[in-house]
């Protein structure tokens, strides 16, 4: 595969405009929110890596996805804008502005903002970003949140900012609105604030039950939850999958989704919502033999932005 390591071996552009692309990938080599095992900050590289797989698009042509019978992609430009600069031990006080206004930079652009994480933290100071560019009258997004977590501790130890509060901290900012969640299994505490939760109308979905209701009637009922042609932010943990199938991250849980459970649910969002952006979080290369965590979460950016640009040029369509 020749040329640079970029997402898909797409060209880099540091200060893209529309004029440049249509999707801008740009990576956050974070990991100082993590609680137990380190390393997703190596995520933004190791998926770009493992993307040359794809890499064989020429120019803007289509994928054609025969499972679904469906062309991807076609004239979506993608471009990878780089990483966003992380200083050194610095804390969360520095870095999530440094990443909220690059978000706010790239969004203001028009372009549609694909973000590789690192660590779940930074799903807070991302949303912080794209409300800003919204405006303070406006409400805020929609949050579809993929995970085998819940991401909706207060706080650990004093620390409000690691990567099981993004959640919660996005929703008492109010720079998220509805939310509503899937794949969810994780074992929990009373810090998890299930309860809590539940009482301020964040829609939980338990990934076994899920599972088993898709299998007898597929996933309509699952997507009706999802506001339809409202602004969303979709937040995909790679956890939510199984980690047999995507081991490589920082906190596995047993059980989780199928690469086609993720994808039925992740395009259907797609499909239902106006999404305007997304992150895909957690991938840790360290634990992640044969690069399946990368290269699943490579596949799924595929597949949702594949679906949120097919929903532009059709806007009644749905899989
Ligand atoms: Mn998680």
Aim: hydrophobic share 40%.
């Amino acid at each position: 595969m020749a040329g640079l390591a970029t997402f898909l071996r797409s060209p880099y552009v540091a200060q893209p405009t529309l004029v440049d692309g249509d999707v801008a990938i740009i990576g956050v080599p974070y990991d100082e929110g993590t609680t137990g095992r380190a390393g997703t900050r190596e995520g933004p590289a190791a998926i770009r890596s493992i993307s040359g797989q794809w890499a064989y698009r020429e120019g803007n042509e289509a994928f054609w996805d025969g499972e679904a019978e469906l062309s991807m992609l076609a004239n979506v430009r993608i471009i990878d804008a780089g990483d966003i600069y992380i200083p050194p031990t610095a804390p969360p006080e520095v870095t999530f502005p440094l990443i909220g206004s690059r978000l706010a930079e790239l969004m203001r652009t028009g372009m549609f903002p694909v973000v590789l994480g690192g660590d779940h933290s930074i799903t807070y100071p991302l949303l912080l970003g794209v409300q800003r560019v919204r405006g303070e009258r406006v409400p805020p997004v929609q949050l579809v949140h993929f995970d085998a977590h819940m991401d909706y501790w207060n706080d650990i130890g004093g620390e409000f900012f690691t990567h099981a509060s993004p959640i919660i901290r996005a929703h008492e900012d109010e720079v998220a609105g509805r939310i509503v969640q899937y794949g969810i299994r994780s074992l929990h505490t009373e810090s998890d604030n299930v309860e809590l939760a539940r009482g301020r109308g964040v829609i939980t979905h338990w990934c076994e039950p899920i599972q088993r209701q898709m299998r007898e009637m597929g996933a309509g009922r699952l997507l009706e939850d999802i506001e339809p042609d409202v602004d969303t932010w979709v937040t995909f943990d790679i956890d939510c999958l199984d980690p047999a199938v995507a081991p490589g991250t920082g906190v596995p849980e047993p059980g989780g989704f199928s690469y086609y459970e993720a994808r039925t649910l992740l395009r259907g969002v797609c499909a239902r919502a106006n999404v305007i952006g997304m992150d895909l979080v957690e991938v840790s290369p360290r634990f992640d033999p044969g690069e399946l965590a990368a290269l699943h979460g490579v596949r799924l950016i595929l597949d949702a932005v594949g679906a949120v640009f097919e929903k532009r040029r059709h806007p009644d369509f749905f899989f």
